[in-house]
């Protein structure tokens, strides 16, 4: 078993952040949540569809355990934004390079027995449309060997933060796939990158089957 420990701070904060959160988005919008009796109880990587910054934030109010989260070194020093990041705590990854110390850093909060949330597209899409994802992150999948949770997020705009402050009561669904694990794939006459881009893309599309043909976008 790892070692990966988080930090009592982040713990109490977790624990203040999740019920103001739900509170605001229960007062201010509506959240419809399907399949969340899909969530299995080991741990798994949960996986969603990354249009704005309301992803992170609905999840931390409505998902029934803290996973760990694994997103842009940026975040934590962006002002706004780092301060959930800072309180929630989580993992920080340079996008501009390989950064294998959040890699491993990830694999051991996993086999320590945390659930991890990722956005595999890498960043916000600011478009409904999916982006083709990083191929980077099958090497999650292959060194954690754990279910994968597809969740798609329907409603989270750039508008959304706009209707909130408006009080249009904004609809955001958070709907949750049956778990799977990443099958075997045939190696024969791929490189590397064009074998882990097969993967992401297989992973990618248990997203899209559960979204509208408009937010499907790459994976139409």
Do not use: C
Not at 116 to 129: C, N, Q
Not at 175 to 189: A, C, S, T, W, Y
Not at 209 to 216: A, F, N
Request: net charge positive.
């Amino acid at each position: 078993m790892s070692d990966y420990k988080i930090p009592f701070y982040n713990h109490a904060a977790r624990r203040f952040i999740r019920p103001v959160f739900k509170a605001l988005f229960n007062i201010l919008s509506s959240v419809e949540r399907i399949g969340f009796e899909n969530i299995p109880h080991d741990p798994y990587i949960l996986i969603f569809n990354h249009v704005s910054l309301f992803e992170a934030p609905l999840i931390v109010a409505y998902w029934p355990t803290f996973p760990e989260v694994l997103g842009a070194s940026d975040v934590w020093n962006r002002p706004g934004q780092d301060i959930l990041a800072k309180a929630y705590g989580g993992i920080p990854i340079d996008r501009g390079e390989i950064d294998r110390t959040a890699l491993h850093r990830t694999v051991d909060a996993v086999l320590s027995g945390k659930s991890l949330a990722i956005a595999p597209e890498g960043g916000r899409s600011h478009t409904p449309g999916m982006r083709k994802a990083k191929a980077g992150i099958t090497y999650l999948f292959e060194k954690t060997k754990v279910n994968i949770v597809p969740l798609a997020m329907v409603g989270t705009t750039d508008d959304f933060l706009s209707n909130l402050l408006q009080l249009k009561r904004p609809r955001a669904s958070m709907i949750v796939g049956k778990p799977f694990f990443l099958p075997e794939f045939d190696e024969k006459g791929k490189t590397g990158s064009e074998l882990r881009q097969e993967k992401v893309d297989f992973v990618m599309k248990k997203i899209a089957e559960l979204l509208p043909e408009e937010y499907r976008g790459y994976y139409s």
